[in-house]
Antibody, heavy 116, light 113 residues
């Protein structure tokens, strides 16, 4: 089955760290860009980060310098290391597949709550 | 950064009616890189339309996309009960500093009247 499965969300204090994982199955992982997109509950979608299939990465300005995306093609997995977490980072984090353009496959998401 | 503005915020319609959703960009968007998504409560978004007018795999033909430049439209020809959801438009482009950017509209909720 073609799918993405996220894990690693939870409750963390402001200033803390969390590492999200996304494991892919059912398709040739190495061929795709992988992204993280987040959504504050009840609000809209915001792109967070990408890892191209040629090794390049990118970040939204709001997370640059605090978040790091990485991937291991042998494990079909992409991670999002989140440091210096703030209350405004509270959201559901979705892993999504895509190239440039659109996101054609999404995981179910993992909730990150930043609160003391 | 290109800003996408969707209208209306909420659309109240009955099953069987036609839904017309608008997405307006603050500057011209390549039609190749304009997409539409459907999201139901508690679920991840689902790609409906890419390249402004191409239906994604498995999407019924009652969904259609059109437009170019700064004005894009998603049309649902006859609403089915499962179509009541929130719809987002999304664009991809390069910033003046050549950074890849992806932005979403704020969403249109299609609710049962």
């Amino acid at each position: 089955e073609v799918q993405l499965v996220e894990s690693g969300g939870g409750l963390v204090q402001p200033g803390g760290s969390l590492r999200l994982s996304c494991t892919a199955s059912g398709f040739t992982f190495i061929n795709y860009w992988m992204h993280w997109v987040r959504q504050v509950p009840g609000k809209g979608l915001v792109w967070v980060s990408r890892f191209n299939n040629d090794g390049n990465t990118g970040y939204a300005d709001s997370v640059k310098g605090r978040f790091t995306i990485s991937r291991d093609n042998s494990k079909n997995t992409v991670w999002l290391q989140m440091n210096g977490l703030r209350a405004e980072d509270t959201a559901v984090y979705y892993c999504a597949r895509g190239g440039p353009g659109c996101f054609d496959l999404w995981g179910r998401g993992t909730l990150v709550t930043v609160s003391s | 950064e290109i800003v996408l503005t969707q209208s209306p915020g909420t659309l109240s319609l009955s099953p069987g009616e036609r839904a017309t959703l608008s997405c307006r960009a603050s500057q011209s968007v390549s039609s190749n890189f304009l997409a539409w998504y459907q999201q139901k409560p508690g679920q991840a978004p689902r790609l409906l339309i890419y390249g402004a007018s191409s239906r994604a795999t498995g999407i019924p033909d009652r969904f259609s996309g059109s437009g170019s430049g700064t004005d894009f439209t998603l049309t649902i020809s006859r609403l089915e009960p499962e179509d009541f959801a929130v719809y987002y438009c999304q664009q991809y482009g390069l910033s003046p500093t050549a950074s890849h950017t992806w932005t979403f509209g704020q969403g249109t909720k299609v609710e049962i009247k």
